[in-house]
């Protein structure tokens, strides 16, 4: 399972930016896909996450800020970005766990990172 995300970029104090992530490979199913972030020096940290069913989970720091949505069909996840802080500069890694179509087996992938600056 491959997650191939972008999006990333410059961004000044209140502007938005959106994130895609999309999962290709033998997959049967995805459950939860979501978002997570790290900032230089800082460990890795939840940011969104929603089911399959559209239940939604996210940190208290972009709550009413961020808004994350997924599309089953296409296999993707966005991630709407309003209201910027240069707090939220950092790499964000997409996620998706589910069924491999073949095995069976449940997998948990990342994609490969990108990177959001918030500065002026």
């Known amino acids: 399972v491959q997650l191939q995300a972008s999006g990333g970029g410059l961004v000044q104090p209140g502007g938005s930016l959106r994130l895609s992530c999309a999962a290709s490979?033998?997959?049967?199913?995805?459950?939860?896909m979501g978002w997570h972030r790290q900032a230089p020096g800082k460990q890795r940290e939840l940011v969104a996450t929603v089911t399959s069913g559209g239940s939604t989970n996210y940190a208290d720091s972009v709550k009413d800020r961020f808004t994350i949505s997924r599309d089953n069909a296409k296999k993707t996840v966005l991630l709407q970005m309003n209201s910027l802080k240069p707090e939220d500069t950092a790499v964000y890694y997409c996620?998706?766990?589910?069924?491999?179509?073949?095995?069976?087996?449940?997998?948990?992938?990342w994609g490969q990172g990108t990177q959001l600056t918030v500065s002026s």
């Open positions: 996620y998706a766990d589910g069924i491999l179509s073949r095995s069976y087996n449940r997998f948990g992938s």
């Open positions: 490979g033998s997959i049967s199913s995805i459950n939860t």
